[in-house]
């Protein structure tokens, strides 16, 4: 369809809508707009081809499956019109108040089909990850053709449905009554309940009006009980009942119905918050006491709290909060602001929250009667450049800013508040002649598709931020002022040649390593990739040299798809298939992909030079494909993934393990044992290229069912998380072209720096562990062996030989 009926309908001087701007980007984003209109309607638009691909939805989408909403196809947007709110002025196209409802990404369910030929033929099948649009939806086109722009927008019966009237002016709200949200009539709007939030204060302050809290880093979330069932959630409607088991599991014990508000955190021994052991929270490993803060109550046993003096509303819920090892009241101090503020500090604790004693509790708003106070910290950074802004009246969105550690600029956040317009202004004409086109540093996840613009780092900046986050970066930096009085003239520090291969440990930031006649500069070499265990980058590219000759074949002639730790298994991680900037000595293999209508530059680790580059950029664990790239559609082996759910022991792994190897002997073929090194277990089937992905998945497929009879109260194949229960699920699915598996022997970014390790059978057996094979163990172990799996990469199993024998039995 194209931008051209965009543009006739418009006259971009008299509205504020987007120009029409091709945008080939495509990156799988959706929104939905509430248009209040001539008629009310919310517009749902998909990226794709470079455009948004719209629909008018008079009575908005529902996610009640009995729902068929009529989506009436409009004219294509620009990709711009993703964050597209305002006013449309009346007389214009559109005329009324737009704003947006709902966004995030979609998915094509059909990944091997072409989306634009899915769409062409009238039915899309997508996945929305939107915050209320979630799961698999239906998009069909009528098949009247008098109706060509009528379709159905149908949401399916998945884990993310509901059986409940849905109305999408309920989500439009900011605030509802009890009544509302408890009615047995209407859809249980907890996803919507958006609770009460603090306003910044400036300085702390004593009163007798007003109480004082410790003010804890850590999750916001709501409480709903009903007389012993549970359901805890974060601000935004997602469940936290499984991944805090222990807290939901305290809270099923309140014989009440209430409404709870609190803050959910990991406690170190000192009894101080750890967010990134939080963030990273596991119940069986994760060292720290959990604990959910409750301080507020909305509702009890069928009464409106909400209008009660705060004072009161804690006196009922000090009462209410049982003595539990994971819920505790939050206690508060009267007056003392001042004293509380200083000793929270002295602790280490993030800062105070301070509330008006007698106030009620707004529901979704911020408000004056709650105040917080946080540690402020002034520094000194570096302009390494800027994003730009959607407005056309402002030159920036806000600056990209590093500092210089160990010789090498790091990234420490971006700044996007603070500035007048003057300082805008000046600062956009010091940019002008520094701006250049070699990003300084690769922080595309952290920018989340902002375009960034990149300046040569000399100008210097001060701001001020709230703390530092573990991954080293700013909390909330404000900008404070350009330091004229400074500049930088900043060069990278020259690399030392160092050999690593002599086992000599290096503390300096860089050294240059000579492999396969290749000079690789490996960076920051003392950066803690694993933490809790100690274990360095450079303890990373140490283990990799040691296993190197056994590890590379199997990564030879494999797209391999990059899972990147620079920051280490706590920081953030990012995928990368595509590659542009590699030193030309690095092969690569152009394969094109349908969704995304392009070529896709994969890299292939042919030689231990590459192997070592992919690890200094933080690629801890290896991702090779099934297949090689002289039969990319024939897989090399297939693979029976062993999940586990978080309530299955690795006994149990053990168990299935035996119980698959039971059924290849019964078919007449040698299966290949690893751990994954994380819980589960991965059983390789030879396939040697003889047969393609569907047939290798279908075979599995079988394989699978024959186990699940041996094991029926213990395994599962269905896939979805919320259906399968306490069982381990027989992942078939792991066999399909582009779809990867940790490489054998590769470290995975897991507490103790474990290995996917390859085993004997006669090892599989009570008493194996994970954290047998990690980093230190299994070089050791392999110096002292022969490599196990070689036989996953030699001649194919016969599937109709095995079908026949399964048959027979």
């Known amino acids: 369809m194209g931008l051209k009926a965009y543009r006739q309908k418009r006259s971009f001087k008299d509205t504020p809508e987007p120009k029409d701007v091709f945008d080939k980007s495509n990156q799988f984003r959706f929104v939905i707009q509430r248009h209040r209109a001539s008629h009310l309607h919310y517009d749902l638009r998909l990226e794709m081809d470079g455009v948004l691909k719209s629909w008018a939805v008079p009575k908005g989408p529902s996610m009640n499956p009995k729902d068929k909403r009529l989506a009436v196809q409009t004219e294509d947007h620009p990709v711009a019109y993703l964050n597209f709110e305002g006013i449309i002025p009346k007389g214009n196209y559109g005329a009324g108040k737009m704003t947006i409802w709902d966004e995030g990404h979609y998915e094509n369910l059909h990944q091997g089909n072409s989306l634009s030929d899915d769409y062409d033929n009238g039915k899309l099948k997508i996945t929305f990850h939107g915050s209320k649009l979630k799961g698999l939806f239906t998009l069909v086109r009528s098949t009247s053709m008098n109706k060509k722009e009528q379709w159905l927008l149908i949401k399916h019966n998945d884990e993310f449905a509901t059986d409940l009237n849905y109305d999408a002016e309920d989500f439009t709200l900011k605030a509802f009554s009890i009544e509302q949200i408890q009615s ?191 540690k402020i910290e002034n520094t000194e950074t570096i302009l390494c450049g800027y994003t730009l802004s959607e407005k056309k009246s402002r030159k920036f969105a806000s600056l990209i800013l590093g500092m210089v550690e160990n010789g090498q600029l790091t990234y420490v956040g971006t700044c996007g508040s603070g500035f ?90 860089e050294f240059a390593l000579k492999v396969d006649d290749v000079n690789l500069n490996i960076t920051n070499p003392d950066k803690l990739y694993w933490p809790e265990s100690g274990y360095t980058k450079y303890d990373m590219l140490d283990y990799y040299i040691k296993m190197s000759d056994i590890i590379l074949p199997y990564l030879l002639d494999r797209p391999e798809s990059l899972h990147r730790h620079p920051n280490g298994i706590n920081g953030q991680s990012f995928y990368q298939k595509d590659h542009e900037h590699l030193p030309n000595w690095i092969e690569t293999h ?87 090194g994380a819980s589960g277990m991965h059983i390789y089937l030879p396939m040697g290229g003889k047969y393609t992905y569907e047939e290798a998945r279908d075979f599995t497929k079988l394989l699978c069912y024959y186990t699940q009879e041996k094991l029926p109260k213990l395994t599962t194949m269905e896939r979805m998380l919320k259906k399968r229960g306490p069982k381990i699920y027989l992942d078939y699915l792991q066999n399909r072209k582009g779809q990867t598996i940790v490489a054998p022997y590769s470290l995975r970014p897991q507490l103790n720096a474990t290995v996917s390790m390859p085993l004997h059978w006669s090892e599989v057996k009570s008493g194996l562990k994970i954290t047998d094979y990690t980093i230190e163990t299994v070089p050791n172990i392999m110096a002292k062996r022969k490599d196990l799996f070689k036989g996953v990469l030699g001649q194919s199993i016969d599937m109709g030989k095995a079908i026949e024998q399964l048959n027979n039995l």
């Not at 309140?254 to 000192?270: C, F, K, P, R, T």
């Open 590 to 676: 152009a394969i094109h992909s349908k969704s995304s209508k392009k070529e896709i530059n994969y890299l292939l680790c042919q030689k231990e030079a590459t192997l070592l580059y992919l690890n200094n950029l933080g690629c801890i664990e290896l991702h090779p494909w099934h297949s090689t790239i002289f039969h990319l559609d024939n897989p090399d082996y297939a693979i029976i993934d062993l999940d586990p759910s978080d309530n299955n022991t690795f006994e149990q792994v053990i168990e299935t393990a035996l119980a698959v190897k039971e059924v290849l002997q019964q078919a007449g073929i040698d299966g290949y044992c690893k751990t994954s």
């Open 420 to 509: 007048s317009e003057e300082q805008i202004k000046e600062l956009y004409h010091k940019f002008e002649v520094l701006q250049t086109d070699e990003p300084v540093f690769d922080i595309r996840k952290q920018l989340k598709g902002r375009e960034a613009m990149w300046l040569i780092p000399r100008l210097i900046c001060e701001v001020k931020f709230s703390e530092w986050t573990p991954s080293k970066v700013m909390r909330h930096p404000v900008f404070l002022r350009l330091r004229e009085d400074k500049n930088l003239e900043f060069e990278q520090t020259p690399f030392v040649s160092k050999n690593i291969a002599n086992k000599k440990k290096t503390t300096d930031a």
């Open 184 to 374: 047995p009539k209407k859809l249980n709007l907890k996803s919507i309940i958006k609770p009460m939030l603090a306003s910044p204060g400036k300085t702390i302050f004593n009163d007798k009006n007003w109480i004082y809290e410790l003010k804890y880093d850590g999750y916001r979330a709501l409480a709903n009980l009903n007389n012993g069932n549970a359901e805890l959630y974060t601000r935004n409607g997602l469940s936290l009942n499984e991944k805090f088991s222990a807290i939901h599991k305290d809270l099923t014990t309140i014989g009440h119905n209430a409404i709870l508000d609190g803050e959910i955190v990991v406690l170190d021994a000192d009894g101080l918050p750890q967010f990134n052991a939080l963030q990273n929270y596991n119940e069986e490993t994760t060292k720290g006491l959990l604990v959910y803060y409750v301080f507020d109550l909305l509702h009890l046993n069928d009464h409106d709290t909400m209008e009660l003096p705060l004072i009161d509303r804690k006196q009922l819920l000090k009462e209410l909060i049982p003595e539990a090892s994971h819920l505790h009241y939050c206690d508060h101090v009267e007056t003392m602001g001042i004293t509380v503020y200083e000793k929270a500090l002295e602790m280490g604790m993030e800062g105070v929250i301070a509330k008006k004693a007698h106030s009620t509790y707004d529901l979704g708003l911020r408000s004056p009667n709650w105040l917080k106070f946080k």
